[in-house]
T-cell receptor, first 114, second 116 residues
Framework: NAGVTQTPKFQVLKTGQSMTLQCAQDMNHEYMSWYRQDPGMGLRLIHY???????DQGEVPNGYNVSRSTTEDFPLRLLSAAPSQTSVYFC?????????????FGEGSRLTVL | AQKITQTQPGMFVQEKEAVTLDCTYDTSDPSYGLFWYKQPSSGEMIFLIY??????QNATEGRYSLNFQKARKSANLVISASQLGDSAMYFCAMREEETSGSRLTFGEGTQLTVNP
């Protein structure tokens, strides 16, 4: 049971570098999302998608890009990393049918920007 | 205004006792869902329990129950018979079905420590 898979788990970047956090799910979920977790601030939504070809901004989208070319994959791109983007990033998905539709989370990716 | 408020940054409980973690929410959406997640020190997010706004009864899942008081807009998590493995960060979250569709908004979390 792979569920939601995020890579890499750890990454150190220098200011100005770019990188992509990968997220893949094998549950055929329509909805996928990216959150960042910072101490004392809970999880904040960066971007989300309700299906292939559809993306939208969350609460803190600046500095991040996403695309959704397939149902399975939802990569998060940092075009020019800044120290303020040091955080733990979670990818999460859910099916749009069903009663509760809880989010299924990846294991997280810890990013440090120097 | 905060949509989800968890007023207890840290809580302590003795093993085998019950503990209540507070959560209040703010929404004008008539249809919404409330969730609790557990995050142990290893970092993964574990879904615990769900309560729908139209549910007549409080949700229960094993040792977890959700004390849903709609008029007060509170959705407190009750953990009975605490175990050492319950030590973790706990997050309350809300999904507003009409306002925000599938998006989930999280509170800041409560760090629970279970003492032996």
């Amino acid at each position: 049971n792979a569920g939601v898979t995020q890579t890499p788990k750890f990454q150190v970047l220098k200011t100005g570098q770019s990188m992509t956090l990968q997220c893949a799910q094998d549950m055929n979920h329509e909805y996928m999302s990216w959150y960042r977790q910072d101490p004392g601030m809970g999880l904040r939504l960066i971007h989300y998608s309700v299906g292939a070809g559809i993306t939208d901004q969350g609460e803190v989208p600046n500095g991040y890009n996403v695309s959704r070319s397939t149902t399975e994959d939802f990569p998060l791109r940092l075009l020019s990393a800044a120290p303020s983007q040091t955080s733990v990033y979670f990818c999460a998905s859910r099916g749009l049918a069903g009663r509760s539709g809880e989010l299924f989370f990846g294991e997280g990716s810890r990013l440090t920007v120097l | 205004a905060q949509k989800i408020t968890q007023t207890q940054p840290g809580m302590f409980v003795q093993e085998k006792e019950a503990v209540t973690l507070d959560c209040t929410y703010d929404t004008s959406d008539p249809s919404y869902g409330l969730f609790w997640y557990k995050q142990p020190s290893s970092g993964e997010m574990i879904f615990l329990i769900y309560q729908g706004s139209y549910d007549q009864q409080n949700a229960t899942e094993g040792r977890y129950s959700l004390n849903f008081q709609k008029a007060r807009k509170s959705a407190n998590l009750v953990i009975s018979a605490s175990q050492l493995g319950d030590s973790a960060m706990y997050f309350c979250a809300m999904r507003e079905e009409e306002t925000s569709g599938s998006r989930l908004t999280f509170g800041e979390g409560t760090q629970l420590t279970v003492n032996p």
